[in-house]
C-alpha cells in the first residue's frame, strides 16, 4: 500500500472503510468511559505519534468524543504535504465511532482553523462546534474549547506564532529521530520535547499564566470547570475555585482526559499504558 494516501473528506465513511485500514483493529476488550476528550494530534506532521493514538482508539470506547482542536495540521500541510496511511487510519476511525451511535464534536483549533467556517454542521455524524459545554455525571458543567483564544502570542503577534511553529517543528523531528534510536534499543517512548519545555523558564511561566487565564475566563461564564489543548500540557487542577482541565497532546505526551461513569476525571498517559500492557504480557508468558 502506498505509504502516502489521499485526505479523506469528513462524510466518506461507510460500512467497508475498515477494510482499508492500514493498520487492523486490535481485537481487545475495550475500557469503556462516558466521556473522551483529546485534541493537538497534529495530523500532517511528522511528530504526530498517529500508531500510538490508533493503540488508544482500539483500546478505549465512550459515549461522547470530543475532538478539541488542532486535530489536522494545516499550518504544515500548507508548506510541504505529509500524510501517511496511519493519520487516514486516525480519522477513519473517529468516524466509525460517530457511525456507530457515539457523540462526536470536533472544536477546531489554530492550526485546523479553516474548519471553523463549517461551524454549526456535521460530517458522517461529527459536530463542528466552536465550543460546547458539558454536563459531567455529576452535575457540573464544564466549558469546552482549544484555548488559543487566549494565547497573547496567537491575539497580538500572529506572525510570531507562525515564527514558533518553525522552531517546534524542529523539535518534533529531532524527538521522532531520539525514539526511533530508543525504540531499537528496546526502551519506551520518551518526550524530548516535553522535557526540554519544562525546563525552560519562560514555557514554565507562560503554561502557569495561560492555565491562569483560561480558568478566570471560564468562571466569568459561570461554569463549573473547562476543558482545554492548545499548549499541549495535560493538567487536572483547581485554579480560583473553577476546575481546569487539560487533555495534553499526541505528539509529545500522548494523553487523553477522560470521564469516568460516576463523573470522576482522569488524565490517562499513554505511552504508561502501553509499557504496563507490556509488562503484563511479558509477565503471562514467563509465568
Same mark, same amino acid.
Given at each position: 500500500?502506498?505509504?502516502?494516501?489521499?485526505?479523506?473528506?469528513?462524510?466518506?465513511?461507510?460500512?467497508?472503510?475498515?477494510?482499508?485500514?492500514?493498520?487492523?483493529?486490535?481485537?481487545?476488550?475495550?475500557?469503556?468511559?462516558?466521556?473522551?476528550?483529546?485534541?493537538?494530534?497534529?495530523?500532517?506532521?511528522?511528530?504526530?505519534?498517529?500508531?500510538?493514538?490508533?493503540?488508544?482508539?482500539?483500546?478505549?470506547?465512550?459515549?461522547?468524543?470530543?475532538?478539541?482542536?488542532?486535530?489536522?495540521?494545516?499550518?504544515?500541510?500548507?508548506?510541504?504535504?505529509?500524510?501517511?496511511?496511519?493519520?487516514?487510519?486516525?480519522?477513519?476511525?473517529?468516524?466509525?465511532?460517530?457511525?456507530?451511535?457515539?457523540?462526536?464534536? !470536533?472544536?477546531? @483549533?489554530?492550526?485546523? &482553523?479553516?474548519?471553523?467556517?463549517?461551524?454549526?454542521?456535521?460530517? /458522517?455524524?461529527? %459536530? =463542528?462546534?466552536?465550543?460546547?459545554?458539558?454536563?459531567?455525571?455529576?452535575?457540573?458543567?464544564?466549558?469546552?474549547?482549544?484555548?488559543?483564544?487566549?494565547?497573547?502570542?496567537?491575539?497580538?503577534?500572529?506572525?510570531?506564532?507562525?515564527?514558533?511553529?518553525?522552531?517546534?517543528?524542529?523539535?518534533?523531528?529531532?524527538?521522532?529521530?531520539?525514539?526511533?534510536?530508543?525504540?531499537?534499543?528496546?526502551?519506551?517512548?520518551?518526550?524530548?520535547?516535553?522535557?526540554?519545555?519544562?525546563?525552560?523558564?519562560?514555557?514554565?511561566?507562560?503554561?502557569?499564566?495561560?492555565?491562569?487565564?483560561?480558568?478566570?475566563?471560564?468562571?466569568?461564564?459561570?461554569?463549573?470547570?473547562?476543558?482545554?489543548?492548545?499548549?499541549?500540557?495535560?493538567?487536572?487542577?483547581?485554579?480560583?475555585?473553577?476546575?481546569? !482541565?487539560?487533555? @495534553?497532546?499526541?505528539? &509529545?505526551?500522548?494523553?487523553?482526559?477522560?470521564?469516568?461513569?460516576? /463523573?470522576?476525571? %482522569? =488524565?490517562?498517559?499513554?505511552?504508561?499504558?502501553?509499557?504496563?500492557?507490556?509488562?503484563?504480557?511479558?509477565?503471562?508468558?514467563?509465568?
Amino acid at each position: 500500500m502506498n505509504s502516502v494516501t489521499r485526505l479523506p473528506f469528513l462524510g466518506d465513511l461507510d460500512d467497508g472503510a475498515e477494510a482499508s485500514f492500514h493498520i487492523p483493529e486490535q481485537e481487545r476488550k475495550r475500557r469503556r468511559f462516558r466521556t473522551i476528550w483529546i485534541s493537538d494530534i497534529h495530523l500532517g506532521t511528522r511528530g504526530c505519534n498517529a500508531t500510538m493514538l490508533i493503540d488508544f482508539l482500539d483500546s478505549v470506547d465512550s459515549d461522547t468524543m470530543y475532538l478539541v482542536g488542532d486535530i489536522i495540521d494545516g499550518w504544515r500541510l500548507k508548506k510541504r504535504f505529509y500524510w501517511p496511511a496511519a493519520h487516514n487510519d486516525v480519522l477513519w476511525r473517529i468516524m466509525k465511532r460517530a457511525k456507530r451511535g457515539a457523540r462526536v464534536v !470536533y472544536i477546531p @483549533g489554530n492550526h485546523d &482553523e479553516i474548519f471553523r467556517q463549517f461551524t454549526g454542521m456535521s460530517f /458522517g455524524g461529527v %459536530e =463542528i462546534r466552536r465550543k460546547a459545554i458539558h454536563a459531567t455525571a455529576d452535575g457540573r458543567k464544564l466549558l469546552v474549547l482549544h484555548g488559543d483564544e487566549f494565547d497573547t502570542i496567537m491575539l497580538a503577534h500572529r506572525w510570531l506564532a507562525f515564527v514558533g511553529d518553525a522552531a517546534y517543528t524542529m523539535m518534533m523531528r529531532l524527538n521522532v529521530l531520539v525514539n526511533a534510536v530508543r525504540q531499537r534499543m528496546g526502551l519506551p517512548y520518551w518526550s524530548l520535547s516535553k522535557m526540554a519545555k519544562h525546563k525552560v523558564k519562560n514555557a514554565v511561566e507562560f503554561i502557569s499564566k495561560f492555565e491562569h487565564v483560561v480558568a478566570h475566563e471560564a468562571g466569568t461564564r459561570g461554569v463549573d470547570g473547562v476543558v482545554c489543548g492548545h499548549i499541549h500540557n495535560a493538567e487536572i487542577r483547581e485554579i480560583a475555585g473553577v476546575q481546569y !482541565y487539560n487533555d @495534553g497532546d499526541w505528539v &509529545e505526551g500522548c494523553t487523553a482526559l477522560v470521564e469516568h461513569f460516576d /463523573g470522576r476525571m %482522569e =488524565i490517562l498517559h499513554w505511552a504508561d499504558e502501553i509499557a504496563a500492557r507490556e509488562r503484563a504480557e511479558a509477565g503471562r508468558l514467563a509465568a
